[in-house]
Antibody, heavy 122, light 111 residues
Framework: QLQMQESGPGLVKPSETLSLTCTVS??????????WGWIRQPPGKGLDWIGS???????YYNPSLKSRVTLLVDMSKNQFSLRLTSVTAADTAVYYC??????????????WGQGTMVTVSS | QSALTQPASVSGSPGQSITMSCTGT?????????VSWYQHHPGKAPKLMIY???KRPSWVSDRFSGSKSGNAASLTISGLQAEDEADYYC???????????FGGGTKLTVL
């Protein structure tokens, strides 16, 4: 049974960098069938796709966040990570990691972590 | 890229059918059969309900169905049940460097 767990600081100061890690268990990140993505939900608002990464390191990002986002994959730890620089209060959100279909469940997120709340505040 | 447009809320009585819409543009919903739908109970992980417009994962009841016409997609739930009450989000592939765009979400209330 696949499990995905987000981890990282729950509080980040304005202008600093938000860093989160998603640990995948019960399945390997090293698969050609899936990308691995990040989605966030600001309080009281809808879902917002941040970006996705392939096991090879190929990435694609939400154009509105591209200048501030970096995704990395660490196959030795079966983890992938998110870095978001120069954060503001508008980046306060629940951050989800999710598995994104590539050869199956194409372009859909078929499995999600429980999410982690990140607040940007001084 | 702009968010897809979804009605803020829909409601129905147990046993009834409801349909919720998801309106995009010719750059996303209208150009690709890559619309997915998610059920989200607050505090829980979102759950994939429909992918590639109308395909249903094995874990989803056949009461859920999806369709698309032009720039708009729809999710229909038949035989409404209390546990269907949740927020529902649509999502579409949007081309241009494989972007994804979500809708603002629809809150389904089972009366």
């Amino acid at each position: 049974q696949l499990q995905m767990q987000e981890s990282g600081p729950g509080l980040v100061k304005p202008s600093e960098t938000l860093s989160l890690t998603c640990t995948v268990s019960g399945g390997s990140i090293d698969t050609r069938n899936y990308y691995w993505g990040w989605i966030r939900q600001p309080p009281g608002k809808g879902l917002d796709w941040i970006g996705s990464i392939y096991y090879s390191g190929n990435t694609y990002y939400n154009p509105s966040l591209k200048s501030r986002v970096t995704l990395l994959v660490d196959m030795s730890k079966n983890q992938f990570s998110l870095r978001l620089t120069s954060v503001t209060a508008a980046d306060t959100a629940v951050y989800y990691c999710a598995r994104e279909g590539f050869t199956i469940f194409k372009d859909a997120f078929d499995f999600w972590g429980q999410g982690t709340m990140v607040t940007v505040s001084s | 890229q702009s968010a897809l447009t979804q009605p803020a809320s829909v409601s129905g009585s147990p046993g009834q059918s409801i349909t919720m819409s998801c309106t995009g543009t010719s750059s996303d919903v209208g150009s690709y059969n890559l619309v997915s739908w998610y059920q989200h109970h607050p505090g829980k992980a979102p759950k994939l309900m429909i992918y590639e417009v109308s395909k249903r994962p094995s874990w989803v009841s056949d009461r859920f169905s999806g369709s698309k016409s032009g720039n708009a997609a729809s999710l229909t739930i038949s035989g409404l049940q209390a546990e269907d009450e949740a927020d529902y989000y649509c999502c579409s592939y949007a081309g241009s460097n494989a972007s994804k765009v979500f809708g603002g979400g629809t809150k389904l209330t089972v009366l």
